[in-house]
């Protein structure tokens, strides 16, 4: 495999700067492919090369894998690196990539296709030794065999699309009474979000934690970076994650770490990736759900605490240097936290808040990164993810990432739009968070009874 000399880009935002920067730093020439939305922003300005592929709509530039591979075959680009999102997991593209000779960063197509299907990745995680949550073995099409799904294991039930994540096609089922109504509003959803109906059902828990392990490998070396935990969470949606978890004893640590690396070998993974777990706080203990064939959102509270550089690992990967680490070599240091920063109003339901930024200050000092393609009269466009920015702490302990996250967001100064840092900073106030004692249903619980 040749070395990565020049990259496309196919992502925008937060995303595309970060991946840029490492270009820059890696001695990488960067293209970067961008919508008519995004004419102006920041990473467009700071690319090498720039190519617009389409109209302000997703499904013409950003989702247009004929435009985006054959910008790359005509700027002879090496590689594509997806960022998240978009066509990150798509194994078409990487199929289309891996057709036309160009490097995909991340792992192949084979693979997402085989972890992308919740179905099939469950089965994979039990032959490698890794718990499930009890359910299905495969997908249920028919009230009568999830009705003998539930005589074995109860209710409540939770229905998942196979193909599916983000909380769509998704349905809690209490009782027999709601057992045909859920199932169809299930199907019918995870067809209309993805194209593929299928649904397996598993036994609804609800006092648990979510925690994932961002995973490395190059084929050969296999590595994990330790724990995220993700669990301040509304309606399914990341709001916060910190590393390390608060809930982990140090022996369910190892055995998470242990059945993460193992998933990893079983289905031949190469690149960055993650293992979405659950975590049982009654029981103590922990299932696999899923994994993220990419790099995350909340990737940079694990480079805060080990110092590694997750995107230059990704390029390295996939340019044939390989790891060039050991797990020996991985060294945790500290706690870091990572609000998301979404323009939207919690006054009004979490609407989205597009408009012109203005008056925009980053906060700085001791422990802060911010991660963000914002400047002043940047106007943030009404066509994609509400996420502007991700504000990241890091502090000697859990206490001191706290202290530092709450001085940042109330020193972060944005006008001209809504955001969601006053949630952020009810949460980190909260005696629950602080604590450590939450569960999934947290953010839920103090929305409806504010301190």
Same mark, same amino acid.
Request: aromatic share 6%.
């Given at each position: 495999?040749?070395?990565?000399?020049?990259?496309?880009?196919?992502?925008? @935002?937060?995303?595309?700067?970060?991946?840029?920067?490492?270009?820059?730093? /890696?001695?990488?020439?960067?293209?970067?492919?961008?919508?008519?939305?995004?004419?102006?922003?920041?990473?467009?300005?700071?690319?090498?090369?720039?190519?617009?592929?389409?109209?302000? &709509?997703?499904?013409?530039?950003?989702?247009?894998?004929?435009?985006?591979?054959?910008? $790359?075959?005509?700027?002879?680009?090496?590689?594509?690196?997806?960022?998240?999102?978009?066509?990150?997991?798509?194994?078409? *593209?990487?199929?289309?990539?891996?057709?036309?000779?160009?490097?995909?960063? @991340? &792992?192949?197509?084979? !693979?997402?296709?085989?972890?992308?299907?919740?179905?099939?990745?469950?089965?994979?995680?039990?032959?490698?030794?890794?718990?499930?949550? &009890?359910?299905?073995? #495969?997908?249920?099409?028919?009230?009568?065999?999830?009705?003998?799904?539930?005589?074995?294991?109860?209710?409540?039930? +939770?229905?998942?699309? $196979?193909?599916?994540?983000?909380?769509?096609?998704?349905?809690?089922?209490?009782?027999?009474?709601?057992?045909?109504?859920?199932?169809?509003?299930?199907?019918?959803?995870?067809?209309?979000?993805?194209?593929?109906?299928?649904?397996?059902?598993?036994?609804?828990?609800?006092?648990?934690?979510?925690?994932? =392990?961002?995973?490395?490998?190059?084929?050969?070396?296999?590595?994990?970076? #330790?724990?995220?935990?993700?669990?301040?969470?509304?309606?399914?949606?990341?709001?916060?994650?910190?590393?390390?978890?608060?809930?982990?004893?140090?022996? /369910?640590?190892?055995?998470?770490?242990?059945?993460?690396?193992?998933?990893?070998?079983? !289905?031949?993974?190469?690149?960055?990736?993650?293992?979405?777990? !659950?975590?049982?706080?009654?029981?103590?203990?922990?299932?696999?759900?899923?994994?993220?064939?990419?790099?995350?959102?909340?990737?940079?509270?694990?480079?805060?605490?080990?110092?590694?550089?997750?995107?230059?690992?990704?390029?390295?990967?996939?340019?044939?240097?390989?790891?060039?680490?050991?797990?020996?070599?991985?060294?945790?240091?500290?706690?870091?936290?990572?609000?998301?920063?979404?323009?939207?109003?919690?006054?009004?339901?979490?609407?989205?808040?597009?408009?012109?930024?203005?008056?925009? +200050?980053? &906060?700085?000092?001791?422990?802060?990164?911010?991660?963000?393609?914002?400047?002043?009269?940047?106007?943030?466009?009404?066509?994609?993810?509400?996420?502007?920015?991700?504000?990241?702490?890091?502090?000697?302990?859990?206490?001191?990432?706290?202290?530092?996250?709450?001085?940042?967001?109330?020193?972060?100064? /944005?006008?001209?739009?809504?955001?969601? =840092?006053?949630?952020?900073?009810?949460?980190?106030?909260?005696?629950?968070?602080?604590?450590?004692?939450?569960?999934?249903? *947290?953010? $839920?619980?103090?929305?409806?009874?504010?301190?």
């Amino acid at each position: 495999m040749a070395k990565i000399r020049r990259l496309l880009i196919a992502n925008r @935002g937060e995303i595309a700067l970060r991946i840029l920067r490492a270009c820059h730093e /890696l001695g990488i020439e960067s293209v970067l492919a961008y919508s008519e939305a995004d004419t102006d922003s920041l990473p467009v300005r700071l690319a090498d090369k720039r190519v617009c592929i389409g109209p302000a &709509p997703a499904a013409k530039s950003y989702l247009n894998m004929t435009a985006i591979v054959g910008t $790359a075959v005509a700027y002879r680009a090496d590689a594509i690196h997806p960022g998240y999102g978009f066509l990150a997991e798509n194994a078409s *593209f990487a199929k289309l990539c891996e057709k036309e000779g160009i490097v995909f960063v @991340g &792992p192949s197509s084979d !693979v997402i296709e085989r972890m992308g299907d919740k179905i099939e990745a469950r089965a994979i995680a039990r032959a490698a030794g890794a718990p499930t949550i &009890p359910g299905s073995e #495969g997908a249920v099409s028919s009230v009568a065999a999830a009705r003998k799904i539930a005589e074995d294991i109860g209710f409540p039930l +939770l229905v998942k699309a $196979a193909a599916g994540g983000g909380g769509r096609g998704m349905r809690v089922i209490g009782s027999d009474a709601e057992l045909e109504k859920g199932l169809s509003e299930a199907m019918s959803e995870a067809e209309a979000a993805f194209g593929d109906g299928s649904v397996y059902v598993e036994k609804f828990l609800t006092d648990i934690r979510h925690i994932e =392990v961002q995973v490395l490998s190059d084929g050969c070396n296999t590595l994990h970076l #330790g724990e995220r935990d993700c669990t301040s969470q509304r309606r399914n949606q990341k709001l916060l994650e910190e590393a390390p978890s608060t809930a982990l004893s140090e022996p /369910l640590r190892l055995a998470l770490f242990e059945a993460a690396k193992r998933i990893c070998t079983r !289905v031949g993974y190469t690149n960055a990736g993650t293992i979405e777990f !659950v975590l049982d706080n009654a029981e103590q203990k922990f299932y696999f759900i899923e994994m993220n064939t990419r790099i995350q959102v909340e990737h940079p509270v694990t480079e805060m605490i080990t110092g590694i550089d997750i995107v230059k690992q990704q390029l390295g990967i996939a340019g044939g240097k390989g790891l060039g680490l050991r797990q020996e070599d991985v060294e945790f240091r500290g706690h870091s936290i990572e609000c998301r920063v979404n323009a939207e109003d919690p006054d009004r339901e979490f609407l989205p808040s597009p408009g012109v930024v203005s008056n925009y +200050l980053a &906060p700085g000092g001791p422990g802060i990164r911010i991660d963000s393609h914002l400047e002043n009269g940047y106007r943030i466009p009404p066509f994609y993810d509400s996420m502007i920015a991700k504000v990241i702490s890091w502090g000697i302990d859990r206490q001191e990432a706290i202290d530092r996250m709450i001085r940042a967001l109330s020193e972060l100064q /944005l006008k001209g739009v809504k955001t969601t =840092v006053p949630l952020h900073l009810q949460i980190l106030r909260h005696p629950r968070f602080r604590s450590g004692e939450i569960n999934t249903g *947290f953010v $839920a619980q103090m929305l409806s009874r504010p301190v």
